[in-house]
């Protein structure tokens, strides 16, 4: 195993446009899923919404210049297609778009490199009006926004990614209910996800066609890191169907331009798959230049011994068969399992599935319940053992062949984690949503510190 990164190894950190940006109201953005579903009781933890978040709006100098002090390489951040064009359809907001241009070029001027995700969930909410994501004219119009910013930016930035985990934007928020926009229906969810799929091919299409030679097109995917809990029979199907469900039914179409066989039978109680039409596969199958995988904890499945399925609705259409264990170890304040394991795995994965195809692992991290000691620093010493044994797996996924351009740590601040409000503390810098002041966590010194060496630091002592 290496000991050190590659010369030009990326260090980055990552956020999201709804959880920090705030703003909701500014500069003619209109309502995004996100803003409709906090509105909606029940949906998110204390009733919380991104309506300031982190301002990172009107922050986004300090932002940057903090960046700058932490020695990041660059930074990953999605832009809000409902401030860009808030309709979702029709004409850019010039107003929407100037946020985007000061805030990458005040990157390129601190040397930070600018990654732009066009999609992390918020969606126009006057798109999910007309039939959100599980009707098809979305994909066209996601298309069209991603033009509309690669011409806006496309002369400033040249690492691109349409989407971030259209798994969770199909069956979190079209089958289990439990993201925006809150549908439950199974059906629904499926063709989501294929016309995620068709966004993503057709956006990639008009990346390509608008943006410069040399830029550089990926999607961020979740793959599911799925063990299963025996190697019975039954337990072995239960790995295979999860598999098919949360990573091939995005990976088969993008990489080998067909949906999974075993995927379209285990779904056939619920849909024909009718809607995908004729040469839609090779439109997804769009070349990419990057991969970028987000890893945070593995899964354990088995089959089903019980009868009595959970009556929750399921991110997992038709795999009522499918019983999820708690993986063993230590626990994040999310009750997600550390394991880095799984991110070498899913890294020697795609270096097997998808040879030549350079990966980065686009989000990494861990939420804990940070607090401010007397003498105003945040101590964090399981978040830096966290990133200390994934940065040893990336490691050793190089030494084993795998080409990983770059890493993004989840996330540069504390922010709004979705249905858990602002109650999870992702951030390496602590934010005091009183006063929205920024303190970097011991994990950020850390951090700093690694990127300067170029090598996995000791976690401190004491
Ligand atoms: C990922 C999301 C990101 C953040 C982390 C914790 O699934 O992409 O926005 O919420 O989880």
């Known amino acids: 195993m290496p000991t050190s990164f590659p010369p030009g190894f990326v260090w980055g950190a990552a956020t999201a446009a709804y959880q920090v940006e705030g703003a909701v109201h ?3 953005r209109t309502p995004s899923i996100w803003d409709t579903f906090c ?12 309506d300031t978040a982190t301002d990172h709006y009107h922050r986004r100098a300090e932002d940057v210049r903090l960046m ?23 004409a850019a907001s010039r107003s929407g778009l100037d946020f985007y241009r000061r805030l990458v070029d005040d990157l390129l001027a601190h040397g930070i490199k600018p990654v732009l995700t066009l999609y992390h969930w918020d969606l126009p909410q006057e798109l999910e009006t007309a039939g959100g994501w599980p009707a098809r004219d979305t994909a066209h119009r996601f298309a069209d926004y ?9 002369d400033r930035v040249d690492s691109w990614a349409t989407l971030n985990e259209p798994w969770c934007s199909a069956f979190l928020g079209y089958a289990a209910g439990i993201h925006a926009p809150g549908r439950t229906d199974d059906a629904a969810a499926l063709r989501a ?3 995620l799929n068709l966004a993503h091919g057709l956006g990639a299409r008009a990346l390509r066609a608008t943006l410069p030679r ?12 799925v063990r299963a809990r025996t190697t019975s029979p039954g337990d072995l199907d239960a790995q295979r169907r999860i598999d098919a469900l949360s990573t091939r039914i995005f990976t088969g179409p993008m990489l080998r331009g067909a949906y999974p066989a075993d995927l379209i039978a285990d779904t ?10 004729d040469g839609d596969t090779s439109v997804i199958k769009h070349p990419l230049d990057w991969l970028g995988i987000n890893y945070y904890a593995p899964s354990v499945v088995s089959a089903t011994t019980d009868n009595h399925p959970s009556p929750a609705p399921s991110p997992y259409p038709g795999a009522q068969s499918v019983t999820f264990h708690q993986p063993p170890g230590p626990r994040t304040a999310m009750d997600w399992t550390v394991d880095p394991t799984g991110l070498h795995d899913l890294l020697m994965r795609f270096t097997h599935e998808a040879p030549g195809l350079p990966l980065a692992v686009s989000e990494n991290g861990a939420a804990y319940d940070d607090t401010v000691d007397a003498r105003g620093a945040v101590r964090d010493p399981d978040r830096i053992a966290y990133l200390h044994g994934h940065f040893d797996a990336v490691l050793r996924a190089l030494g ?24 999870k503390r992702f951030g390496i810098v602590y934010v005091d949503y009183s006063t929205l002041a920024r303190t970097p966590k011991a994990s950020a010194g850390w951090y700093r510190d690694v990127i300067r060496a170029g090598r996995v630091l000791p976690v401190p002592t004491g």
């Open 400 to 423: 084993d062949g795998a080409d990983v351009w770059g890493y993004f740590v989840w996330s540069l601040m504390d922010n709004f984690e979705w249905a858990y409000g602002y109650s």
């Open 26 to 28: 500014e500069d003619g």
């Open 146 to 154: 991603a033009e509309l910013v690669a011409r806006a930016l496309g």
């Open 214 to 225: 040399g830029a550089r097109i990926a999607v961020v995917l979740n793959p599911n890191a």
């Open 68 to 90: 700058s002090e932490l020695g990041l390489g660059a930074y990953r951040f999605s832009v809000s297609w409902p401030r860009v064009q808030p309709t979702g359809k029709g």
């Open 193 to 195: 996800a294929h016309h």
């Open 268 to 277: 056939a109680g619920i849909t024909d798959w009718s809607f995908v039409h």
């Open 39 to 50: 509105r909606t009781p029940g949906k998110v933890l204390n009733g919380d919404t991104g």
